[in-house]
């Protein structure tokens, strides 16, 4: 249920930054999912459909929906470099199991430079709203 549960945050987000900028109607958003975020986007779609044609408003009747997914970026806390998934070279079955469960990334991963495991997500983790589109 956590695709709902995110859904709800966005409707309700666009909701409050329409009112913000006095706009009738919205045409369309753009919502960026990081690489390490669990989400099935098909669910995920449909919750946003169900709770946009919910709301019963005209605001959202227009509003197309973008998604764009936002890769993860790593940096060692040692030495500083950054990296992605693309320059680590994991199988493909360690991929799925980081992508499934994003807190085990770092019994897989480690600084491709100087093989440190102490690093941090920069960007890859959560739901953004890239933009919001619409007239007043
Ligand atoms: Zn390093």
């Given amino acids: 249920m956590h695709e709902?549960?995110?859904a709800e945050a966005v409707i309700a987000t666009v909701i409050e930054e329409s009112r913000k900028e006095g706009l009738e109607e919205i045409t369309k958003i753009k919502i960026k999912i990081g690489e390490l975020q669990q989400i099935e986007t098909e669910i995920f779609e449909f919750a946003l459909?169900?709770?946009?044609k919910a709301q019963g408003t005209s605001l959202l009747t227009k509003m197309k929906v973008e998604m764009d997914t936002e890769r993860a970026?790593?940096?060692?806390?040692?030495?500083?470099n950054e990296w992605g998934f693309d320059d680590v070279g994991l199988g493909e079955d360690e991929?799925?199991?980081i992508?499934?469960?994003p807190e085990v990334a770092h019994a897989y991963i480690r600084?491709?430079?100087c093989k440190s495991p102490d690093f941090e997500?920069?960007?890859g983790r959560g739901v953004s709203i890239e933009y919001i589109k619409g007239r007043g």
């Fill in 4 to 6: 709902w549960a995110l």
């Fill in 49 to 52: 459909n169900e709770l946009t």
């Fill in 73 to 80: 970026i790593f940096r060692c806390r040692v030495c500083g």
């Fill in 95 to 97: 991929n799925e199991a």
């Fill in 99 to 101: 992508h499934f469960a």
């Fill in 111 to 113: 600084c491709p430079s």
């Fill in 121 to 123: 997500v920069l960007q």
